[in-house]
């Protein structure tokens, strides 16, 4: 069993950054493809970024393409995800994903998923 718990979130103001972590515990974390994902009030929970279990490869939601990046400390069991130039619509739960496969932006095609943090941006 997997266990996946972020941390990180928080409220900022915009323009700001913050660093979201993921630690997985459970089962040896290099098997694992890691993603990122968000849901807002009202929203679907939709893609951010993932990152392959060596960290070569990694691909980004078009909307955050130069502010957000995705990393991975494979001797920490710990996913990252550095925020910069936040917007207010960038305000959401965010939510870290795992899977024992290619990357993917499907939520539904991750196993394992943590209990998110809320990131709030205000104006």
């Known amino acids: 069993q997997v266990q996946l718990v972020e941390s990180g979130g928080g409220l900022v103001q915009a323009g700001g950054s913050l660093r979201l972590s993921c630690l997985q515990s459970?089962?040896?974390?290099?098997?694992?493809?890691m993603g990122w994902f968000r849901q807002a009030p009202g929203k679907d929970r939709e893609f951010v970024a993932n990152?392959?279990?060596?960290?070569?490869?990694?691909n980004h939601a078009d909307f955050v393409k130069g502010r957000f990046t995705v990393s991975r400390d494979n001797a920490k069991n710990t996913v990252y995800l550095q925020m910069n130039s936040l917007k207010p619509e960038d305000t959401a739960v965010y939510y870290c994903?795992?899977?024992?496969?290619?990357?993917?932006?499907?939520?539904?095609?991750?196993?394992?998923w943590g209990q998110g943090t809320q990131v709030t941006v205000s104006s």
């Open positions: 459970g089962r040896a974390f290099v098997m694992y493809t």
């Open positions: 994903a795992a899977r024992r496969a290619t990357l993917s932006v499907d939520p539904f095609g991750y196993d394992y």
């Open positions: 990152i392959n279990w060596s960290g070569e490869d990694s």
